[in-house]
Nanobody, 126 residues
Framework: QVQLAESGGRLVEPGQSLKLSCTLSGRTFRGYTTAWFRQAPEKEREFVAAIFRNSGNNYYADSVKGRFTISRDNTKNTMYLQMNSLKPEDTGIYYC???????????????????WGQGTQVTVSS
């Protein structure tokens, strides 16, 4: 059974950095597209970043491009999200997601992923 587990969320001040981790069990990351999504209070869940399984290329939402970096260590079955220059609008629950068959045009879509973690809370506030 595939399970994803996020960690690393906490309260930080604006401008600070934070690194989230997502560990996969039950499978290896090879052959999987993996992504980060987030959900702010009273808002819909939105795409943040993804690593596409075929090319290994990274994709980002415009709102985080240049500040966030997604990466993956296949030997540790762990994905990361390095978040720099955090802003209050980055506050939310961050989820990791994975899928082995998703096509490139769907990587920003919630419905494209079969597997989800429980989320980790990130709060950016002074």
């Amino acid at each position: 059974q595939v399970q994803l587990a996020e960690s690393g969320g906490r309260l930080v001040e604006p401008g600070q950095s934070l690194k989230l981790s997502c560990t996969l069990s039950g499978r290896t990351f090879r052959g999987y597209t993996t992504a980060w999504f987030r959900q702010a209070p009273e808002k819909e869940r939105e795409f943040v970043a993804a690593i596409f399984r075929n090319s290994g290329n990274n994709y980002y939402a415009d709102s985080v491009k240049g500040r966030f970096t997604i990466s993956r260590d296949n030997t540790k079955n762990t994905m990361y999200l390095q978040m720099n220059s955090l802003k209050p609008e980055d506050t939310g629950i961050y989820y990791c997601a994975g899928d082995s068959t998703i096509i490139l045009s769907s990587i920003r879509s919630i419905g494209g992923y079969d597997y989800w973690g429980q989320g980790t809370q990130v709060t950016v506030s002074s």
